[in-house]
């Protein structure tokens, strides 16, 4: 590795700050385009450009400037990756890769290519074509694009759900019974040495339909782990792809694993690996695209992340209230996000709480669940 890497990231949120925060032990130059000038990565990044990652032009011209690009949202213009890896840019995740994400119809039709187990799917070109799949229900449907977070979600269970149904195109996907959700974080390095995180176990806000908490390591059976992880490590070989990818998974009550969703970059079911794991997903996405070794992903502490959300009804400049009796609970550490504003069900920051098993984690995490508040 030359002394000082020109690494671009396309997207200035908190997964790019938390990049950033492992890339000054590389001594990484990062530059970040971010339409929002008040972005949380700002101020720690050596060049900021406010700009739309979704725009040919402006991707292109930023992409120049660097020795390697990469990404931290997938909502990004994926044809002027395309032109920079062609002009010998480093671009990790590719431009095909990112462009078969982007698309949930075209993520569902490559698990299928590549005999990766994936729930039963239809491919709708609008609402119309739902009128001749009411058999297929109950599923939910999701926009084929830029949905993410709970958005562009929505579960039909038979024909008095039709008026809630999306126009766009979207995919039908048959609702799983499943007994837990659970992710898988793997990384590949340009060499082709891939390592697999420990599978966790996610836990869902009812109303918002983002991760809410995570339990690491996942009360899973030794072989469904190992069939996770198996399972997570053939899609990233299929993809072919160097860097890190979340794949998120059912474990249906019948004993299989069928991949939900992948995320091409960190993803918040790996925040607890700065403090629980002996390599953080950060720094072991670092790590992949500059093609070095990859980094030990063992457990060096149970943990449970609690998502920290703004609370319902604030909406304006962010106060935190009980940062002080949080922290009196060994274990607790806190990440905020340097994100100026709050609104409801936005993520603020996240709370990490290490126990020596995962039910002394857990009953730390209970303490201080609700002690925190984000408001305004």
């Known amino acids: 590795m030359k002394g000082e890497v020109k690494l671009g990231i396309l997207g200035g949120g908190q997964l790019g700050r938390m990049l950033m925060q492992s890339g ?5 130059y990062t530059l970040v385009l971010d339409p929002d000038e008040n972005a949380p990565c700002k101020h720690i990044c050596n060049e900021f450009f406010v700009g739309s990652f979704r725009d040919f032009d402006t991707v292109y011209n930023f992409g120049k400037n660097c020795d390697i690009l990469t990404i931290e949202i997938e909502h990004v213009n994926a044809d002027a990756l395309e032109k920079l890896e062609q002009e010998g840019i480093k671009v990790y995740p590719d431009a095909q890769t990112v462009r078969t994400i982007q698309d949930k119809g075209l993520q569902k039709e490559f698990y299928k290519k590549h005999n990766i187990p994936t729930s039963d ?4 070109k609008d609402k119309a074509e739902l009128k001749d799949n009411m058999d297929f229900l109950p599923a939910f449907q999701k926009l084929r694009r830029e949905g993410y977070d709970g958005r562009g979600v929505t579960r039909l269970t038979g024909a008095e759900d039709t008026a809630k149904a999306f126009e766009e195109p979207s995919v039908l996907e048959k609702l799983v019974d499943f007994e837990k959700e659970i992710s898988v974080i793997v990384a590949r390095n340009e060499s082709g040495e891939v390592t697999a995180f420990p599978v966790v176990e996610l836990s869902f806000h009812p109303e918002h339909n983002l991760v809410d908490s995570l339990f690491a390591p996942a009360n899973v059976p030794y072989k469904l782990q190992r069939l996770a992880i198996e399972i997570a490590t053939r899609v990233i070989e299929s993809f072919n792809m160097v860097g890190i990818l979340a794949v998120e998974m059912f474990l249906t009550k ?3 694993i069928l991949v939900n969703e992948v995320a091409p970059r960190p993803h918040n079911s790996g925040h607890h690996t700065i403090k629980a794991n002996y390599t953080s997903q950060y720094e072991q996405h670092l790590r992949a695209i ?4 990859l980094g030990s992903t063992e457990i060096q502490s149970a943990a449970v992340m609690l998502n920290l959300l703004g609370e319902s009804g604030y909406d304006g400049e962010a106060k935190y209230e009980g940062l002080q009796e949080a922290l009196a609970v060994p274990g607790v ?15 603020m920051g996240h709370i990490t ?3 020596k098993d995962l039910e002394e984690a857990q009953q730390r995490a209970d303490q201080v669940k609700d002690v925190i508040k984000v408001k305004a």
Request: aromatic share 14%.
């Open 333 to 347: 550490y806190i990440h905020l996000y340097g994100k100026k504003y709050t609104r409801p069900a936005r993520k």
């Open 254 to 256: 019948d004993g299989q």
């Open 121 to 124: 799917f239809i491919l709708l």
């Open 290 to 293: 500059l093609n070095l070794p």
């Open 24 to 28: 000054l032990d590389f001594n990484i």
């Open 353 to 355: 709480v290490l126990g």
